[in-house]
């Protein structure tokens, strides 16, 4: 599985937007790219995933570059319990694979 | 719908004891896979179980070991306890193996002593 780059931290305002980027430049054309984030004391969560095009849901929106090398996490409106650690994981769905988790990026929501 | 339960929640061992944590997945799902976390990092992977069968297995020593049932419910063996194992083990379910579909249970907090 490809390796992701995340910077280790960052801060964002309340009710600001909060973009997490992710540089994954030796992915493969089957790779997915996962967001996955862990809030204190919990088990990881899942949040979106995507391929090539961008994603969107309820929780946040995925923009993938032309190239794929790099993605962005996008929380719209960030609020105090979007605080957590995010993790970028690229993985393919073939059988026996896992989630392979790096550091993360430490974000913290301020009021 | 319950979620991913682990048991217990905390437990306090001392060195060269043996451990067992127990996972039941959540309701539909049939692959169980373990984590490790140590303080201030990553979830490191163990294995994945499927169909009872050990699938994959990260890069832990032989003294962890696991067991899946026909429920899918699953546990963690670990002998010979050292000081090191201290760490976050999370139990993770999902359907086969669709990656965006895991669900992490609130793990199991180890203290080895």
């Known amino acids: 599985d490809a390796k992701t780059t995340q910077p280790p931290s960052m801060d964002c305002a309340e009710g600001r937007a909060a973009n997490l980027p992710c540089n994954h430049s030796t992915i493969s054309g089957n790779e997915y790219v996962y967001w996955y984030r862990q809030i204190h004391s919990q088990g990881p969560q899942y949040i979106i995933h995507g391929l090539k095009n961008n994603e969107t849901n309820e929780m946040a929106s995925l923009i993938i570059t032309e190239d794929r090398k790099s993605s962005t996490l996008i929380l719209p409106h960030a609020t105090l319990r979007d605080t957590a650690v995010y993790y970028c994981?690229?993985?393919?769905?073939?059988?026996?694979?896992?989630?392979?988790f790096g550091g993360g990026t430490r974000l913290m929501v301020k009021p | 719908d319950a979620g991913v339960t682990q048991s217990p929640t905390h437990l306090i061992k001392t060195r060269g004891q043996q451990v067992t944590l127990r996972c039941s997945p959540k309701?539909?799902?049939?692959?169980v896979s373990w984590y490790q976390q140590a303080l201030g990092q990553g979830p490191q992977f163990i294995f994945q179980y499927y169909e009872e069968e050990e699938r994959q297995r990260g890069n832990f020593p032989d003294r962890f070991s696991g067991h899946q049932f026909p429920n899918y419910s699953s546990e963690l063996n670990v002998n010979a306890l050292l000081l090191g194992d201290s760490a976050l083990y999370l139990c993770?379910?999902?359907?086969?193996?669709?990656?965006?579909?895991?669900?992490f249970g609130s793990g199991t907090r180890l203290t080895v002593v």
């Open positions: 994981i690229v993985s393919s769905n073939n059988a026996g694979n896992m989630l392979t």
């Open positions: 309701s539909g799902h049939d692959t």
């Open positions: 993770a379910s999902s359907l086969d193996n669709q990656l965006w579909g895991y669900t």
